[in-house]
């Protein structure tokens, strides 16, 4: 066993010395000899028709090397959706091709018709600006009802706006209307969850290089999982061999989604290095991001909520639209389906729940995946309409949420959503919450609130979410185009330290400081003597990458695997060295040791043995100490939780406050519990800002109101309480060898409906009958509400 | 960001000379010309910075009246004027962030006339005078509309001088996103009268409220605006807040402005 800095050890993370001391290599610190820039011509219209486009006088300008345009890549492939979804009739969903660079039309403002190669970045910008594109506007497509009910287009070649019309479970449908036609109470609500642009930290970046004298290509880029990159860009888009390219994400600043996907501003970079025999790099500006990153969420909800006469839940029914953008991005299918309404049975007993998703075109930016990725849709769908259900019979909101719970000895439990939850307590969860948040002191905080002239309440919100997608085979079944396994290398080195590659790829979460944790507390060696290898596919085992919370209960299970095949291994290594049976070994705290005896070798003398291996078993065991796995999950990890928060209302002005927050969750086991409490702390603050300030607006035109930080507010330091965070209550996960569930997404999930649910309890405390605000709860929406109700 | 020269005078005079160039633009702390330069929405061949310039930097107090260099930025206002004015310093105080604070100034601010800018709100309250090269001109002609002023092309703020009223206050509800105003009131109680100021609320950008400062003339109360309503004509409607909304907002940071005033 490590000393210290083993499982459970709240260890400061090691990466964040070079994060704190500018010293990350993120990949525009990426300099090359003789490397030259990109930059992409964007349309300035939601909807036009590319009547030509003269590169003659930007082809003069100084610098410039080579124009692109889209008829330079008619001959590849499109960037293609990586999970296929069947209508409810049987069709499969429609899929309209995604070009490098758009040709015949632009689609969004931002979508990039042209681009631009020169000697410098200013010199590229020059003659960009000098391309004479000749677009004739249309009507632009925006709202997604509109969509479906006009006959303009986004894409005309598929005749419809609609990319597929899903439903959840489909043979559930006459059972839940049924139930809902018959139920002494319904509660129905509409609610919208805002389209959100993901804003990383560090806007996309890729840069493309060529080796012409061996025909290797190399992209370093900003991505959350380089081989599927890689994947998409050989199989699909370019069809460079797998053999003959390189990804590598190196440093990445924050992704929360929009950086699992490929963009064609990669396949551009490398098709540009071929030509010229250049580096080229692309830097995104933040307006580019803003117009071009894969948006998030954008739904418009109905839910309805049939309860019987005690409050015993009898169904849930949701009919949503899911806004795709113009194009659709890698998972943006597999987001409003699979990963939302497999959830929306919640943490409830429910016995019926049918979902209906209709994804939709509009010429906005693409809508995919974003931090929660479904499961944020479904807990706010599901917690408001509970929490208006419990105010419309007059129960407690607490207390209709335990009575509906499932139950600790009901574990596994099949949901009428279709997934089965191996582990959780809930009403423990709630109970912890309860006490930590100080539940029973609200009363008074409300009245020292009020006597201050402002309006507090209290917010509670129960969720489950199901993280770690897999496995493989039911993923195929259910649509998915890829494999959601991972895999790590463990690489003893000679001298007894470690080399330990993995697929997953850390932009943020960690990594490099937890994964070690695992392997030195298997090995019983000193955590810093291990080093995690990730995001380069030139030294990694092909791995799917870090989204969806996967990448302890998915690659750190491969990193247990494979650290198993090691102890094996070794411990056959220090048989031959001890002269005793390798059943008679035993390895603990490092050392290995024959029972009985006095004889034993470290660890690291067992690796010294497998790399100089004199007088060493050659035919039985080969030299060298490095070993693969690939772990393939037998199901989701469902991490759970409940959360309060408590608000105050300034009645004159709308605006809220959020004064305190609490959640408590059941991760499972625990391997770093600082870490994960700064991954609870971050999605916190992207719910907050999603509740509170953020909001992702296009006029009717499709212009993008909401295009910088002047209008697209994003959550200060100010804007967030100090967090009550709390994963005493884990659960372990039953199926994974860690036992550990998935936190990365938990607070982001958590958390909106909480903080809305407080909003409502506070201004219906103050007598007035507001029921729902959609988000953001700005002021001029709570003002607005709380005026209307007067 | 187009190519473009930067000059960086000593003297008003030659700062003067420079923008009489007709492409050449006066450079004060970059607070909004920065950026405008970085998204290509402007393109001057000349910048004629005006930091360098000693006689703009600075205030000094006489008569009554706080002077404040034009070229000052708004860190130094928020620490130097607290004691002499210090509503003028909370103002400076809590505009943009540390960044903006220190390098925007306060003659930048007047002569772009942000219509949800801080500091037109306290010279059109304090009933200032906005010095320049050569004149001086009164608040209340000064402001013209939403980046409209009565500066000439090439006449530079170089001072500021704010009467010390007896009390006063400033009272902005952010928008939320930028953290200008969306509303931001200023309050300003003399010997013989007050003033009330609104910045962020119009598309006429900073103005006064006058029925607010007749009821405040003759009673400095918040109670003094009970029966007072804003009209929400010509008011702004946006992404942030509707024109009835800024028109609420209105009458409520003049209550508080008038309550906190000191």
């Known amino acids: 066993m490590p000393k210290d800095g083993g499982i459970g050890a709240a260890t400061t993370r090691r990466e964040d010395v070079r994060f704190l001391t500018g010293t990350g290599r993120y990949t525009d610190d990426i300099q090359t000899h003789a490397e030259c820039a990109a930059i992409f011509a964007r349309s300035t219209v939601a909807n036009g028709i590319i009547k030509s486009i003269d590169t003659t006088a930007a082809a003069a300008m100084p610098g410039v090397l080579a124009i692109f345009t889209g008829e330079d890549f008619v001959e590849v492939g499109g960037n293609p959706a990586g999970w296929l979804i069947n209508s409810r009739d049987g069709e499969p969903m429609k899929e309209p091709k995604r070009p490098v660079l758009a040709h015949g039309k632009v689609r969004h403002v931002g979508d990039a018709y042209a681009a631009v190669i020169a000697e410098t970045v200013q010199q590229a910008r020059d003659a960009a600006e000098m391309i004479e594109a000749d677009i004739e506007e249309l009507p632009a497509v925006v709202n997604m009802k509109d969509a479906l009910a006009g006959d303009n287009f986004v894409h005309d070649e598929i005749g419809t706006n609609q990319c597929f019309d899903w439903g959840w479970i489909e043979d559930n449908r006459a059972a839940t209307d049924e139930a809902i036609k018959n139920a002494h109470h319904v509660t129905t609500l509409e609610l919208v969850n ?29 991505s959350q999982n380089p081989h599927l990159t890689r994947l998409l860009i050989s199989a699909f888009v370019m069809g460079i061999p797998e053999n003959k390219l390189t990804v590598i994400a190196p440093d990445v600043g924050g992704g929360f ?159 009428a959503a279709g997934l089965e939850y191996d582990s959780g307590n809930y009403d423990a969860l709630m109970d912890k919450m309860e006490e930590v948040s100080d539940k029973a002191g609200f009363a008074a905080r409300r009245a020292e609130s009020e006597a201050k002239g402002l309006l507090r309440g209290f917010g509670v919100n129960a969720y489950i979410e199901a993280c770690g997608i897999a496995p493989s085979n039911l993923v195929g079944i259910l649509g998915s185009r890829v494999g959601l396994y991972d895999a790590a290398t463990v690489r003893v080195n000679a001298t007894g330290n470690l080399s330990v590659m993995v697929g997953a790829h850390s932009h943020g979460q960690g990594h490099e400081t937890v994964f070690p944790q695992v392997v030195a507390e298997m090995l019983g060696i000193d955590p810093m003597s ?70 034993k070798v470290s660890f690291g003398e067992v690796a010294l043995k497998a790399y100089i291996p004199h007088n060493f078993p050659l035919e039985d065991i080969e030299p060298g100490l490095e070993e693969t796995a690939f772990y393939d999950p037998a199901n989701f990890t469902y991490p759970s939780g ?35 409490t700064g991954q609870v702390h ?3 603050g992207q719910g907050i800002g999603q509740a509170l300030l953020e909001n992702t607006t296009y006029d009717e035109n499709g212009q993008l109101l909401s295009a910088s930080y002047m209008d697209y507010a994003m959550p200060r330091a100010d804007d967030v309480p100090y967090y009550i965070v709390d994963h005493s209550q884990g659960n372990a996960c039953t199926h994974n060898p860690l036992g550990v569930k998935g936190c990365g997404e938990a607070g982001a999930i958590g958390s909106p409906p909480t903080v809305v649910n407080a909003v409502i309890d506070a201004i219906q405390s103050g007598g007035m009958n507001v029921t729902h605000i959609d988000m953001p709860v700005s002021p001029h929406r709570v003002w607005a509400a709380m005026n209307n109700a007067k | 960001m187009y190519a473009f020269d930067i000059e960086r005078p000593a003297t008003v005079a030659d700062a003067v000379a420079a923008l009489s160039n007709e492409d050449a633009q006066a450079l004060g702390g970059g607070q909004t010309l920065i950026p405008t330069l970085k998204a290509r929405l402007a393109s001057p061949e000349k910048l004629i910075s005006l930091s360098g310039i000693s006689e703009m930097q600075g205030m000094s107090s006489e008569g009554g009246a706080l002077r404040i260099g034009g070229g000052t930025i708004h860190a ?30 306060i003659g930048g601010s007047i002569a772009n006339n942000d219509p949800a800018a801080c500091y037109p709100a306290a010279a059109l309250a304090s009933g200032a005078t906005i010095v320049t090269n050569s004149r001086e001109i009164a608040a209340d002609d000064y402001f013209q509309g939403m980046f409209t002023t009565a500066l000439d092309e090439g006449e530079i703020v170089t001072a500021v001088s704010f009467p010390i009223p007896e009390k006063a206050h400033y009272e902005k509800f952010v928008q939320p996103a930028s953290r200008f105003a969306l509303v931001g009131v200023y309050v300003a109680k003399f010997a013989d009268v007050v003033r009330v100021a609104v910045t962020g609320a119009s598309n006429e950008g900073v103005h006064r409220w006058t029925a607010a400062e007749e009821a405040l003339s003759a009673n400095f109360s918040a109670d003094a605006l009970a029966d007072l309503t804003v009209s929400a004509d010509d008011l702004i409607n946006d992404l942030h807040g509707s024109a009835e909304y800024r028109a609420h907002l209105v009458k409520v940071m003049t209550g508080r402005a008038v309550s906190k005033a000191k």
């Open chain 1, 257 to 415: 989604g929009s950086k699992i996907y490929h963009y064609g501003e990669e396949a551009l970079v490398l098709a540009a290095a071929k030509k010229l025999g250049r580096t080229v790099k692309w830097t995104a500006d933040r307006s580019e991001a803003f117009l071009t990153d894969a948006h998030g969420r954008d739904h418009v909800t109905k839910i309805e909520l049939a309860m019987d006469k005690d409050g015993n839940f009898l169904a849930f029914r949701t009919e949503t639209h899911a806004n795709v953008g113009a194009y659709l991005s890698n998972f943006a299918t597999a987001t409003p389906t699979f990963l939302h309404g497999t959830l929306m049975a919640g943490n409830y007993t429910v016995p019926l729940v049918y979902v209906n998703v209709k994804a939709v075109f509009t010429n906005t930016a693409p809508v995919d995946a974003y931090r929660g990725a479904g499961r944020p849709e479904a807990t706010y769908s599901l917690e408001r309409v509970i929490d208006m259900a419990a105010r419309e019979i007059g129960r407690d909101p607490t207390d209709l949420r335990r009575q509906n719970f499932i139950k600790p000895d009901q574990y596994p439990y099949a949901s």
């Open chain 2, 76 to 105: 130094t206002v928020a620490t130097e004027a607290a004691a002499i004015y210090p509503a003028l310093a909370a103002l400076a105080s809590h505009i943009g962030d540390p960044a903006v604070r220190n390098r925007g100034t």
């Open chain 1, 194 to 222: 805002n389209r959100l642009v993901p804003n990383a930290m560090e806007p996309r970046c890729s840069i493309g290089s060529y080796h012409p004298g061996t025909g290797d290509y190399t992209l370093h880029t900003t």
């Open chain 1, 682 to 684: 971050g999605g916190l």
């Open chain 1, 642 to 676: 409940a959360y309060c928060c408590e608000v105050e209302i300034d009645p004159e002005t709308g605006k809220v406050r959020v004064d305190r927050m609490t959640a408590v969750d059941d991760f499972g086991n625990v391997i770093n519990p600082m870490v994960v």
């Open chain 1, 530 to 599: 291990i080093e995690i290898v990730h995001g380069d596919t030139s030294k990694i085992p092909f791995g799917m990458g870090t989204y969806g919370s996967r990448s302890l209960a998915v690659c750190g299970s491969a990193v247990v695997r494979a650290t198993e095949k090691i102890i094996n291994k070794a411990k056959k290594i220090a048989a031959h060295m001890l002269e005793a049976a390798e059943a008679d070994i035993d390895f603990t705290d490092g050392e290995f040791s024959v029972a009985g005896t006095d004889k």
